[in-house]
């Protein structure tokens, strides 16, 4: 291992599986055999065939069932996935990690990876994860028994749950889901831009089409199907209402089977394994922030976590926008693409450059904390083919609370320059727990079977305080008008025995 070595990307794989349960359970996938294909394809990815046995490194992406406190393992508990993953492959890394819990693992992940070669702590690294809740739902559906469970000897670090990212206040008014989460940032563009709910659903419309769209073409999406604006922005059975302004299809998707992963090493053992020139891929510029609670932030229609970790990145590699030719911003919902864009001074409506190089969560599909896994390999592919340009990844954790940044080219630089640590905000919204009045700072209606069912909504004091508050039955109609209530004025009334706030317009 080389002290000062640059890193260097040079392997990438992917896979997919369209099981679901209804043929029986020959063809099952498993978390495990989703990754080591896909790090199987890497490994061939590379041409170095012997490339495994020289792993000195395994990081794994955290899978759902082990990202959520006392969560059920209904096929049996892989409890230890790098090791695993290792033995399947036939290598002994001296280095197994299990990675804690965010979308941002994957670019975060390279970007320390990439450091610990600069610093000749490691040599060759695999990074990988896979999702197959697909196949985890439709075994259940359809009665079919398959098996997860298995373990390795191995030692590993488990880097566990990370931090809290959501507070009881946060809970008790019934914020517990990532579509109620990212649907109060929604509305605050949506008020920011004078747009009503059908209004502003059409403009979602117009900014995920296009992902459609490739996502039709690319042979690893779970959902390869080119949809129209008009279905996209309009209420159906097939596009039902979620959370407002949400419609199933602006959402992340995460019934899917698949598997990415790729391979990082020194440009010294690049050379070694006999890697030619055109298989490398090179780390310009990294950037990394995390955002407070939600509740806490002074600014609900942008991200300055995306914005800090942006610009970061584009220092660091000494590019601007301009400078870029290819994106694969993170896509869960469309409030996440307008936030990246307009860190990045994107105008999405005009600009021609494409904003996703797989399709995207909700058409590509959405394989938890990994899907910028498959950003990194679409990435690398495309750079191959176009090797004198430059490309950005964004990867997303929590509701746009972390975020990881990859400036990415087949140019090699002249240096390299390890991230920075993560960056974090300086102010905080103070939150008030009386009686209040002020105006309608966001909101959103969660959305049963029945219909809806729950208002939740931010209100900000003159003082500039924060309440959080539900809806009473006579505001919970006034939010499902499509006019934009933002901005009406509201009085906020506390049961302090149940520590929870119901508003009403006045």
Known sequence: MAKGDLPVLVGV?????????TSGPDGAPSPLSLMVDASKAAVADSGAETLATSLDTIAVVRIFEDSIGSAPHPHGHNTNLPGTLARDLGATPDSLIYEA????????????????????????????????????????????????????????????????????????????????????????????????????????AELFQPFSAVAAKNPYSQFPEERSVEFLSTPSKANYE????????????????????????????????????????????AGEAADDLISLRPRLDGSWAMQTAIGRALHQAEKTTADLQHFDLYSCFPCAVFSST????????????PLTLTGGLPF??????????????????????????YGLVLANGGW????????????????????????????????????????????TVTHGKEGPKNGIAFVRLEDGRRALANASPDALATLREDANPVGRKVAVTVDAEKERGTFSFI
């Open 364 to 389: 590509f599909g959405g394989p938890g904390n990994n899907y910028s896994l498959h950003g990194i390999a679409e990435m690398v592919a495309t750079l191959r083919s176009d090797p004198a340009s």
């Open 342 to 353: 307009a860190a990045l001074g994107i105008d999405w409506k005009s600009d021609p450059r």
């Open 13 to 21: 794989g992917q896979s997919l599986s369209q099981w679901d349960g």
């Open 101 to 204: 819990v965010g979308g941002q693992s994957p670019q975060a992940l390279v970007n320390e990876m990439a450091a610990r070669i600069h610093a000749g702590e490691a040599d060759c690294v695999l990074i990988s994860g896979s999702e197959a809740n697909r196949a985890s739902k439709g075994a259940r559906r359809n009665g079919v028994d398959i098996d997860w469970a298995d373990s390795a000897d191995a030692a590993y670090e488990d880097r566990g749950m990370g931090p809290m990212m959501l507070s009881r206040e946060e809970i008790k008014h019934g914020i517990i889901a990532p579509a109620y989460f990212y649907g109060l940032f929604e509305n605050a563009i949506a008020a920011r831009e004078g747009r009503s709910r059908s209004q502003h659903r059409r403009a979602m």
């Open 400 to 443: 746009m609370t972390k975020e990881a940044v990859g400036v990415y080219s087949a140019q090699k630089p002249a240096r390299f320059v390890p991230a920075e640590p993560y960056a974090m905000p300086t102010e905080q919204v103070t939150l008030c727990h009386e009686d209040c009045k002020g105006t309608l700072e966001t909101f």
């Open 242 to 285: 979620y959370a407002d302004p949400f419609l199933k299809w602006f959402i992340a998707q995460d019934a899917v089977n698949q598997g990415a992963a790729a391979i990082l090493m020194s440009s010294s053992k690049a050379d070694a394994l006999g890697i030619a020139e055109d298989k490398r891929v090179y780390l310009h510029g």
